[in-house]
């Protein structure tokens, strides 16, 4: 089931085509939001929001547009890039009264700002004023209050930005555990691809307003018909002894890499290999990584 | 009965199943929270300091008078040489630290929110821009309209039990309590609407604070320039500029207690009003930019 849907969405800012014309779905599960600075990352979140009008196209969030009503957001959550908690209040307080405005009774909210406080790690501090936090604390208020009032979707906007590598990990598993165990529906906007990787299910990529792929990760990440030899010592040899055995190599330091390899390619790899007395490291099939997706074109998924 | 080793047990995250709340709910928790905010509750004694000091500024003087008054009142010789201020004269006072008190705590209303990115979140909550200052400027209103009216309503009070017949009283002078509340309101309401609307562009409050009273002073010396320069209807319209005057001029009209300006005093009603609901549109038409930034 889609619960994001946007159909050819443009928007402009003057002489600026922040989104032009892009076409995607997103279903439940984490969701990257792919794509560098400027790619239309915030613009399309702000359209999802009802923030924004689009200038042509439309958008569709949990089966509701976005223009019509704010009422949908009863059951969206969004966690902003920017700073966006009071300094002077404490996270238990403020986490409460974000509940109520989105919703909740009073005694459920303030219920609800202790329980979600706990999951994400902030139960002990949840008195203390929110402007005493550290950067990571602060990132998982942010992330407590996108969820207080149990939305079905929450968006996040760089979640992981300014975050030290230990505090980045924490975080990335910390949706993980958000989108798995509490079955809340992420959409991650980022442009980071490691985070993406790391903790989503499926991508949207853009690139300068447009739509470059959507899929699973999984499928964008998927090993390829190429085969990668790692070696200690001996590649230029063993790329000579492939040469001789009728395979064309490519070298790259101490690592080789075979195009379009079948099965039998692989004895013969490993033929050249005792022939050559190369020193083998690793030998594997290689993986697209993500960051291929911005130069390699694809046949499914393709841009809309 | 054998008692086994206590265990936790983690029920995991449970969801909301409940009903949710109407939309009117939610505009009166954004309601409630701007009212604590405007009388400093659940903060600090320095956030207290302000809204208290200066609302007690605006009540204390009449509690003080009502005081002397009913101290005096046996001495019917000492007492005829004491008179209480009229309805609309207290205003000529209480303008003052009413004034400072919309200028230093409405603010706290709407500054922090923008400085600290919280307004973000509000957009992103099942409410419009619209609800959010609406319910903000409803919050100061009502704790600015209370302050306003609290004093006369403190006079009200006495001029009834001092009277040799408080009911005969009470039945003949009933019409002070509707004009007493619009006089709060014609107070209340222009100056945190003109309050908040210099908040919404500054990130910080003394830069508001300073930006709604230079509003007010800069009009009030134009209004006096205009009125020492010119005369007739020339001064009159100049002198529309000096809101305090504009809206003593209102009170005094409600109250039936004219003796300003050669202008009617619905006319200063009528300008009033009109400048409020411009100020009121430029306000929401601000917040609204903000919320989508």
Wanted: proline letters at 5%.
């Amino acid at each position: 089931m889609a619960l994001l849907r946007a159909l050819s969405l443009t928007k402009t800012y003057g002489s600026v085509r922040a989104l032009d014309g892009v076409s995607f779905e997103i279903g439940e599960g984490i969701t990257g939001l792919l794509g560098s600075n400027g790619a239309g990352k915030t613009t399309s979140l702000k359209l999802f929001l009802g923030l924004i009008r689009p200038d042509s196209g439309s958008a569709e969030v949990l089966g509701h547009d976005p223009r019509v009503s704010p009422e949908f957001r009863a059951r969206v959550g969004y966690a902003p890039e920017h700073d966006c908690l009071p300094k002077g209040v404490s996270a238990a307080e403020f986490l409460a009264y974000m509940a109520e405005v989105s919703g909740l009774p009073r005694s459920a909210a303030r219920l609800r700002a202790s329980d979600i406080l706990r999951h994400v790690g902030l139960f002990e501090e949840r008195y203390r004023p929110i402007g005493t936090y550290s950067t990571g604390m602060k990132q998982r208020v942010k992330l407590a209050q996108a969820l207080v009032h149990d939305p079905l979707l929450a968006f996040l906007d760089e979640p992981t930005a300014g975050l030290d590598p230990i505090g980045r990990r924490e975080m990335l598993e910390l949706i993980r555990r958000v989108g798995r165990d509490f079955g809340i529906s992420i959409v991650i906007s980022t442009h980071l691809m490691g985070d993406v990787e790391r903790a989503c299910d499926s991508v949207v990529v853009l690139n300068a307003g447009r739509l470059l792929r959507t899929g699973a990760v999984s499928g964008l990440t998927e090993e390829t018909e190429a085969l990668e030899i790692e070696l200690v010592e001996g590649a230029p040899a063993l790329q000579e002894a492939l040469a001789a055995k009728g395979l064309t190599a490519r070298l790259d330091g101490n690592r080789l890499t075979l195009e379009q390899v079948t099965g039998e390619d692989y004895d013969t790899v490993r033929d050249a290999i005792v022939s050559s007395e190369a020193l083998l490291y690793r030998l594997a099939p290689a993986r697209l990584a993500l960051a291929d997706v911005f130069s390699t074109p694809s046949e499914e998924g393709e841009a809309t | 009965m054998t008692t086994g080793p206590a265990e936790i047990f983690d029920l995991g995250y449970q969801g909301w199943e409940g009903q949710r709340t109407s939309r009117w709910r939610r505009r009166r928790a954004i309601w409630r929270d701007g009212v604590r905010i405007s009388l400093g509750l659940g903060r600090g004694a320095g956030a207290k300091f302000a809204s208290w000091l200066l609302i007690g500024l605006a009540l204390v003087p009449m509690v003080v008078l009502v005081a002397i008054s009913a101290f005096l009142s046996p001495t019917q010789e000492a007492a005829d040489g004491f008179e209480l201020p009229s309805y609309a004269d207290y205003y000529d006072w209480a303008l003052v630290p009413l004034t400072l008190f919309a200028a230093v705590v409405a603010p706290l209303l709407l500054c922090p929110d923008r400085r600290d990115g919280v307004l973000a979140l509000y957009g992103a909550r099942p409410i419009t821009a619209t609800d959010y200052v609406a319910s903000r400027w409803a919050a100061f209103l009502t704790v600015a309209g209370l302050a306003a009216w609290l004093p006369v309503v403190v006079l009200f009070a006495w001029n009834a039990l001092d009277a040799a017949s408080p009911g005969s009283w009470l039945s003949d002078n009933w019409d002070v309590v509707p004009r007493s509340l619009a006089s709060a309101a014609a107070v209340a309401i222009p100056l945190t609407t003109l309050a908040l609307l210099t908040a919404s562009f500054a990130k910080r409050r003394a830069y508001a604070a300073v930006a709604t009273l230079a509003v007010v002073l800069v009009g009030s010396a134009v209004a006096g320039i205009g009125e020492d320069s010119f005369d007739g209807s020339v001064a009159d319209v100049i002198s529309l500029a000096g809101l305090p005057d504009v809206t003593v001029d209102t009170v005094r009209w409600i109250f039936s207690d004219e003796r300003g300006p050669s202008r009617a005093g619905w006319l200063s009603g009528l300008w009033l009003a009109g400048v409020t609901v411009v100020l009121a549109i430029w306000l929401l038409q601000r917040t609204r930019q903000l919320v989508r930034e």
